[in-house]
Structures are given as structure tokens and as C-alpha cells.
């Protein structure tokens, strides 16, 4: 069983920076891949980035070249570096991962991004 605690979302203004954590109980060098999906009011939740255990990275287009993603397996921990950040970022963000065919989440931090 794999728990993901994600902690680091907050009120920023635009333009501005926030650093999301992704604690994985246990080894996330087992998880096949892990991502960061985000969920606005009234909306769908939607996939903002993604890293498989190769080390290669997916984002969706809203973020590219504002958001990085990034693991540190020694510390059992994802990252969600969100730099430049827009009101349209405002959401709850939710750490994810999948090993096999079971998939985790987070519980989710809110981000907010005040104009």
C-alpha cells in the first residue's frame, strides 16, 4: 500500500511562485509513475503534469514552461515547482502515482492565486 501526503499549496499572488510536496509512505522507485492532477471549482479534474520512473516528463499545455515536475526517490518525494502562477491555476491539486494496476492519491492541497 502506498499513502501520498502533498503539503505546500497556499495563497500566492499572480505572477508569482509555490513549491507542491509529494510525501510517499514506502519506496516511490516502485510506482511506474507519478503525476499531479488539479481539480477548479465546477471543473473536471485534469492531468498538469506527469514523470515516469525513466526520469521522462509530460505537461499539460496550460503549465509548459511554468511548472516543473521533479522526484527525489532518496527522499521519497515528488515535486510541483509552479513559477509565473495565474488566477487560472487557482485549484485543488492532487499528488497521484500508479504501480502496476492499482493507482493513489492524495488527499490534495488548495493553491490560490489572487490577481
Known amino acids: 500500500q502506498v499513502r501520498l501526503v502533498e503539503s505546500g499549496g497556499g495563497l500566492v499572488q499572480a505572477g508569482g511562485s509555490l513549491r507542491l510536496s509529494c510525501a510517499a509512505s514506502g519506496t516511490i522507485f516502485s510506482l511506474n509513475a507519478m503525476g499531479w492532477y488539479r481539480q477548479a471549482a465546477g471543473k473536471q479534474r485534469e492531468l498538469v503534469a506527469s514523470?515516469?520512473?525513466?526520469?521522462?516528463?509530460n505537461y499539460a499545455d496550460s503549465v509548459k514552461g511554468r511548472f516543473t515536475i521533479s522526484r527525489d526517490n532518496a527522499k521519497n518525494t515528488v515535486y510541483l515547482q509552479m513559477n509565473s502562477l495565474k488566477p487560472e491555476d487557482t485549484a485543488i491539486y492532487y499528488c497521484?502515482?500508479?504501480?502496476?494496476?492499482?493507482?493513489?492519491w492524495g488527499q490534495g492541497t488548495q493553491v490560490t492565486v489572487s490577481s
Open positions: 514523470i515516469i520512473s525513466g526520469g521522462n516528463t
Open positions: 497521484h502515482g500508479i504501480r502496476g494496476p492499482s493507482d493513489y
